[in-house]
């Protein structure tokens, strides 16, 4: 194999890795823009220039393979002259409205212009003007003027979505971003070009003048929008709320994880988080009086379930759990129903209508816990959903607890209504209301994922960490709290007090889940099988990336 010195250091690197690459491994820096690990290489921007010894001129590190023997400077008088005359040119015709644009503070024309740009400008000429505020698409902007024409958000359509709607059109410095004539950015990776836009060209509608950057904070997370389990970053506002119309969660962003989703995230669950602070939120426990709804507090409202359940017979108990539910939720909920002797339970829907998928990230089954559901116990198959309800219909069941469901959203709603009528005691536990909440006779609110500490297994069974990004809205609670309240009154002691107990005694009882824990878990998720050294191995090779540790390229 090939050994590289870069600045005085040297490593042996794999035969066809590029300068830019060898650098990384040696933990030294090099300025890019049109460079992404995710995206073939094409050498366009020149921001990455470098000195080689015996090469006259300097050479773009990103598209340059290393040889045997190469030396290699970075920081030479003649590479950093070479990078600040590059910077000069692609800020030619770059308009200077950092203090409007909703880049600022992630914008790499500013980080690079500060560390090696500083010039004089020599520009008497006017700006060459291009269109602003292009509507490209359902939820990208494009800002011409500010585009440095680095093509990878074109890259990105042709080779990772594969919907070719981006082009280069024109010559000179005349050249622009477009889509192509009868195109739209409209496919569902599309807001991944605005990840990757190292300039402030491509913007998130959503987003868009929503909030500055830098009051901002970052949480890892896991995407609840299907089975794949997406690794994300929640991004949070909780100091300022006359921004973003109060709204906490105010993105997603792809986190990149090379054995779930690399640098990616579909925008159906990069929306996902539109829910937690939806005004359909349920933030205080609540029991109906006719068609009148009471607001009550948790002591009230455990206790008057709590008496329902006892005394009802365990066999007109019904339970509806659901995949929407964490590892650790289900956990305590199955020792719940077992220690109560509860055998009318249910768990998974099926969807009136067949869900989007495709052969890229998202799954047809849009529920991120599926498979920890099976591993916890509860019925995967949906045919056990339809009997609970048939029995509900056939007035077999006194009380019914349902999680999280929207029973509509599979089943007639009359057929719902109907069924639900027939039970005298409904409680609905969910964090947001719908057509199967107004039927309930207690609603007990439950926090939103953003809000909570836990795991999800996903369809490859890698069990991976929902960081609690912001704190449950009003006084709602995690559901596993939730069942141990419950299950005070009723004698079913459930000894946990975080999050962290609740995961570490099911990975002492549930042999699905041993020799796991929280740490174990980490940001990249633990594969169900794998051995708690492979994983800690497979992470000191890891190789440090900075496009994997800057967030704004993912």
Avoid at 393 to 411: R, T
Avoid at 459 to 469: H, N, P, Y
Avoid at 513 to 521: E, L, N, Q
Wanted: glycine share 6%; with cysteine; proline share 6%.
């Amino acid at each position: 194999m090939p050994n590289i010195t870069i600045d005085g250091k040297t490593v042996e690197v794999e035969p066809g890795t590029t300068v830019i690459q060898a650098a990384e491994k040696l933990g030294i820096e090099l300025p890019r823009y049109c460079y992404h690990p995710g995206l073939s290489i094409v050498g366009q921007c020149r921001i990455c220039l470098v000195e080689i010894e015996k090469m006259p001129k300097p050479q773009v590190a990103c598209y340059t393979p290393v040889t045997d023997g190469m030396v290699v400077h970075t920081q030479s008088e003649k590479a950093l002259r070479a990078r600040k005359d590059v910077l000069e040119m692609l800020l030619v015709n770059h308009p200077l409205d950092c203090p409007v644009c909703d880049q600022a503070g992630e914008c790499w024309l500013q980080e690079y212009y500060m560390r090696i740009g500083q010039y004089d400008s020599k520009m008497i000429e006017d700006k060459v003007k291009k269109n602003k505020a292009l509507d490209l698409g359902p939820h990208v902007m494009l800002d011409q003027e500010r585009c440095i024409l680095c093509t990878r958000c074109v890259r990105f359509c042709d080779e990772i979505s594969k919907s070719h709607e981006l082009g280069i059109f024109n010559r000179g410095d005349h050249a622009e971003l477009a889509p192509h004539p009868g195109k739209r950015l409209d496919n569902l990776y599309s807001v991944n070009t605005v990840d990757i836009c190292p300039v402030g060209a491509l913007t998130e509608k959503d987003f868009r003048f929503e909030a500055r950057v830098w009051y901002l904070e970052a949480t890892n997370s896991i995407c609840p929008g299907c089975s794949t389990g997406c690794n994300i970053a929640v991004h949070t506002n909780t100091e300022r709320t006359h921004h973003a119309q109060g709204r906490r969660v105010v993105r997603l962003k792809p986190r990149y994880n090379p054995e779930v989703n690399q640098w990616w995230m579909c925008d159906l669950g990069r929306y996902s988080f539109k829910s937690a602070d939806d005004p359909s939120r349920l933030t205080v426990p609540m029991l109906r009086q006719g068609e009148q709804w009471i607001e009550t507090s948790w002591e009230v409202a455990i206790e008057a379930v709590a008496q329902k359940i006892k005394s009802t017979a365990a066999d007109r108990v019904g339970l509806w759990a659901s995949p929407q539910l964490t590892n650790e939720d289900l956990f305590v909920l199955k020792k719940f129903a077992g220690r109560l002797g509860l055998t009318r339970v249910a768990a998974a829907l099926a969807p009136l209508e067949k869900p989007v998928s495709d052969n890229f990230l998202i799954k047809e089954d849009h529920n991120p816990n599926t498979r920890g559901l099976g591993l916890a116990g509860f019925p995967v198959e949906t045919k056990a959903s339809a009997d609970l309800l048939q029995q509900a219909a056939d007035g077999k069941l006194a009380v019914l607890l349902i999680f999280s469901h929207d029973l509509s959203q599979s089943f007639a709603a009359d057929a719902v209504t109907s069924a639900l009528a027939k039970v005298p005691t409904v409680i609905f536990i969910g964090p947001n209301r719908n057509a199967t909440s107004a039927a309930a006779h207690f609603i007990l609110p439950a926090a939103a994922w953003p809000e909570l500490d836990g795991t999800f297994t996903n369809f490859a069974e890698r069990v991976q960490r929902l960081r609690r990004a912001v704190a449950p809205l009003g006084d709602a609670r995690p559901v596993w709290q939730i069942v141990k309240l419950l299950g005070k009154p009723l004698g079913v002691i459930l000894p946990y007090l975080e999050s962290e107990d609740v995961f570490a005694a099911l990975a002492r009882e549930n042999s699905a889940f041993a020799g796991m824990s929280y740490a174990t878990i980490g940001d990249l998720g633990h594969q169900r099988g794998e051995e708690a050294a492979a994983v800690k191995a497979r992470r000191l090779n890891q190789v440090p990336d900075k496009l994997r540790i800057i967030p704004i390229f993912g």
